[in-house]
């Protein structure tokens, strides 16, 4: 069930930790899609150590970066789980050098300093003899598949029996979850995955957690990842973008995005009602990369400068103003999000007076005034904004224009 606290997160961090840190492969896909062979991606257990794992290095960072919550892989498609589960040996617990349970301290360190607690956790899996992935020709996908059109009923119900056997190990072995992140649902219907009482079982294990859209149907909001929607989906959402062009580790890609370009995207996504969930891929050891760390302070100087324009708010004038901006709940002030040096910006259709217009986070007031409009036929007309160069900030300014 969707909670009051989703709608005023606005950042979340997502985090892609497995196995496939050690060689910097692709997460799961790698063998699936033949770039390695399954017993050549599974071979990287004997690497992955965990040796430099602080989860309370990782919760303060992502308190100083903002966020309200996280997401760590709790099993990915590739089914190693970082979690010490009693169904499988498959697990960083049983057949890595890491030799322990990884999800209790990512969830107690969190809790710790206030950060919702969210876990993802992939519907397929990729490993386990009784799921047999469906693909779109007569190749198998992995070595346990079989060919498109066949099925084993008594396999499948095996593997659900599986399946709902390792949810509800995460469910009530870590205390309270806020968020189940599902994903890998793709390959049957709501109906075969029994979508509809899985979630009756979650509601009973965690009354209060909040689940995905990839549930066919049975999740809380919607999930666009990679690519920012066009036009902000009219419920509540959620953009999962990686900070740079792979989930998980891969030290070749070097292609990691600005603190500008973060700050510009998280900004177009709250100002359309949304949260950012961005994405970061520790090292086998558990460390951050600098570059993502870099990343993750940056914007989080930045939120706590305007944090006024960011948590306690709502979507913004979609329509009226070039660009992104935020409503707050109270609806007395508009919070507009001003990239580089425009020296004036307008906005459209704005009934309401403004008593004062100010540059958040310095303070220093702008001047304001409305041109043309006609009173007698309700058309406000075009409210103009002054934006001094020296007082706008290298990377986002915010004007607060105060509601009469």
Not at 36 to 42: A, R, W
Not at 243 to 261: A, H, L, S, V
Request: net charge negative; glycine share 10%; hydrophobic share 35%.
């Amino acid at each position: 069930m969707l909670q009051p606290w989703f709608h005023t997160a606005k950042l979340g961090i997502f985090i892609h930790w497995g196995i496939y840190a050690v060689n910097g492969t692709s997460e799961s896909w790698s063998f699936f899609n033949g770039e390695t062979t399954y017993d050549e991606y599974m071979a990287q257990r004997h690497g992955f150590t965990a040796s430099r794992y602080d989860p309370d290095a990782w919760a303060n960072l992502f308190k100083k970066a903002g966020a309200r919550y996280a997401v760590l892989t709790a099993k990915h498609h590739d089914g190693v789980a970082l979690f010490d589960t009693q169904l499988s040996d498959l697990s960083v617990v049983k057949q890595t050098l890491a030799g322990r349970d990884l999800i209790r301290p990512y969830c107690e360190s969190l809790r710790k300093v206030g950060v919702k607690v969210g876990l993802y956790f992939s519907h397929l899996d990729w490993s386990h003899p009784d799921y047999a992935s469906i693909g779109s020709n007569d190749a198998t996908a992995n070595r346990y598949a079989y060919r498109q059109g066949e099925s084993d009923m008594a396999a499948w119900q095996r593997f659900l029996a599986f399946h709902r056997g390792q949810i509800q190990e995460i469910c009530t072995q870590y205390g309270e979850i806020d968020l189940i992140w599902f994903d890998g649902d793709w390959e049957r219907d709501a109906d075969t995955w029994d979508m509809a009482g899985l979630r009756r079982q979650i509601e009973a294990w965690q009354p209060n957690a909040i689940l995905n859209s990839r549930m066919r149907g049975h999740g809380d909001y919607d999930t666009p990842e990679q690519g920012l929607p066009l036009e902000a989906p009219d419920g509540p959402w959620e953009f999962c973008m990686t900070i740079n062009d792979n989930w998980g580790y891969r030290p070749i890609d070097r292609n990691y995005k600005t603190p500008e370009q973060v700050i510009q995207i998280f900004c177009d996504v709250i100002g359309g009602g949304g949260n950012l969930l961005l994405d970061i891929g520790p090292m086998e050891d558990g460390t951050i990369p600098p570059e993502q760390v870099d990343v993750l302070e940056r914007l989080g100087d930045w939120i706590g400068r305007h944090q006024e324009a960011v948590y306690e708010t709502i979507r913004g004038l979609l329509k009226g103003y070039h660009g992104a901006s935020t409503r707050s709940i109270d609806g007395q002030c508009i919070f507009l999000f001003v990239p580089g040096r425009p020296g004036q910006i307008y906005v459209k259709g704005l009934m309401d007076e403004v008593k004062k217009a100010t540059l958040l986070g310095s303070g220093v007031d702008v001047t304001h005034k409305r041109i043309g409009g006609a009173p007698w036929s309700n058309i406000p007309g075009t409210l103009w904004i002054d934006i001094p160069d020296d007082a706008v900030e290298p990377c986002m300014s915010v004007v607060r224009l105060e509601l009469a």
